[in-house]
């Protein structure tokens, strides 16, 4: 979850369907040429920079799920972010901002306590690779962003992980891409102080060229799941709507889980999380809980079974049944949950409205950000063009629409 907003940026391609090799081949020469203004020794051995990247992710189906202990379906996507970056044996990370030229950086040796700034989550990414044992070195960086700020596409994830390609030798610390996403999730917990769950880091980390990613948060066994790419894209509109008390409200979903789960636990000890209640257990556990607690719970459960259908559905070629599966989980998050907003409502009701849309839904932890819509191939335009028409005009805001593509997840884009 984005605890703060962060203007880092080149370029956001919005609003035109988009293909999936522009951003991964464009921009290398010109970070390598911005980093070597920016940093001399960058300019002096343009043999010694590599360039790390690490991608935006969207849910398609399993909200609130993830520190539930159940299954989620996230696509890393072709919104991304980019290191370019020279290593340097004197233990200093210094960073420059493509977009603004603002710089930061901190010691190693003495990373000291988070600042309430973007740098943060490279030097809590520093600080916990150093607590899993994976040695870091230093680098003077250039930094850039094609993925919105504080629209909830896990910009903060993505710094994390790139971070983590830039401060380690081999690139990515020789190590599995889950281990690596724990490690970043870890920084966003103990040293940024944002109590999120897994998904963001993990489907970053895990991301498949055309396959979204089915994770189960219990085992941390996960696997791609193929796309029908052929028959439909994904498109994401932002509400630009900023996210109102969401890490408060985050926090006091999670809480309310956890709290659901000690009592429940009390009469039934198999019950460890959400995870362990199935949806033909919810009448018994009714009178158990109070009734906020229990819609809360309610949403958690069927969502967990929500993901699993979505994934048969995918894998059986039936479209009309995932585009069901991510209305009802709207309609969850919206009614039971209560974490959508007027305007992620706006947004989804508009795409609902529009021939050849399959499904939509609010992505990520909710109260603004983003809503995902499954979409006709052929109907994007038609979409868009809703959007843009009707949505300022119900919500006096501006919207934003990408069509995005899934990528892999989070690695070395071009070597030393
Ligand atoms: C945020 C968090 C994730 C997850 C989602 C809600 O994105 O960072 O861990 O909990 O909200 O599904």
Avoid at 25 to 51: F, G, I, M, T
Avoid at 154 to 163: D, K, Q, R, T, V
Wanted: net charge negative.
């Amino acid at each position: 979850m984005e605890g703060r907003q962060l203007a880092v940026g080149f370029d956001p391609r919005e609003e035109a369907p988009r293909s999936i090799g522009d951003v991964a081949c464009q921009d290398v020469e010109a970070l390598r040429a911005a980093l070597a203004e920016a940093e001399p020794r960058a300019a002096d051995r343009p043999d010694l920079v590599r360039v790390v990247r690490a991608p935006g992710r969207v849910n398609l189906i399993g909200e609130h799920t993830d520190y539930n202990d159940g299954f989620a379906l996230p696509a890393a996507i072709d919104l991304e972010l980019r290191i370019a970056l020279v290593p340097s044996a004197d233990r200093r990370v210094e960073i420059v901002l493509g977009e603004s030229g603002e710089r930061a950086g901190f010691d190693l040796d003495a990373i000291g306590p988070a600042q309430g700034r973007w740098i943060d989550y490279v030097a809590g990414t520093a600080w916990s690779l150093g607590q899993a044992g994976i040695p870091t070195r230093g680098f003077r960086g250039l930094l850039a962003s094609t993925i919105p700020t504080s629209a909830g596409l896990s910009s903060s994830a993505a710094i994390e992980l790139a971070s983590a390609w830039a401060l380690t030798d081999p690139p990515g610390g020789d190590v599995d891409a889950m281990t690596l996403a724990r490690v970043c999730q870890r920084a966003e917990n103990r040293y940024v102080g944002v109590n999120s769950g897994l998904m963001d880091q993990a489907a970053e980390a895990l991301g498949r060229d055309g396959e979204a990613i089915l994770l189960d948060f219990r085992t941390l066994e996960w696997r791609p799941v193929p796309l029908p790419l052929e028959r439909c894209r994904i498109i994401v509109c932002d509400t630009g709507s900023p996210r109102r008390l969401s890490v408060s409200q985050y926090n006091a979903r999670r809480a309310q889980c956890e709290a659901a789960v000690a009592v429940l636990a009390k009469g039934d000890r198999r019950i460890r999380a959400l995870r362990d209640v199935t949806p033909d257990m919810l009448a018994s556990i009714r009178g158990r809980l109070d009734e906020e607690t229990f819609r809360r719970c309610a949403h958690v459960v069927r969502e967990d079974e929500r993901v699993l259908r979505t994934v048969a559905a995918l894998e059986a070629g039936d479209l009309a049944t995932v585009g069901r599966c991510l209305v009802e989980s709207h309609e969850s998050l919206r009614d039971q949950y209560e974490v959508s907003s007027p305007e992620l409502d706006a947004m989804v009701e508009i795409a609902l409205a529009t021939p050849g849309v399959i499904g939509s839904r609010m992505t990520g932890a909710g109260f603004g950000g983003c809503t995902v819509a499954l979409v006709e191939r052929g109907a994007e335009a038609r979409l868009r063009d809703a959007v843009l028409s009707e949505y300022p005009a119900r919500t006096g805001l501006t919207p934003r629409v990408f069509a995005v593509e899934p990528v892999r997840g989070a690695g070395l884009l071009a070597a030393g």
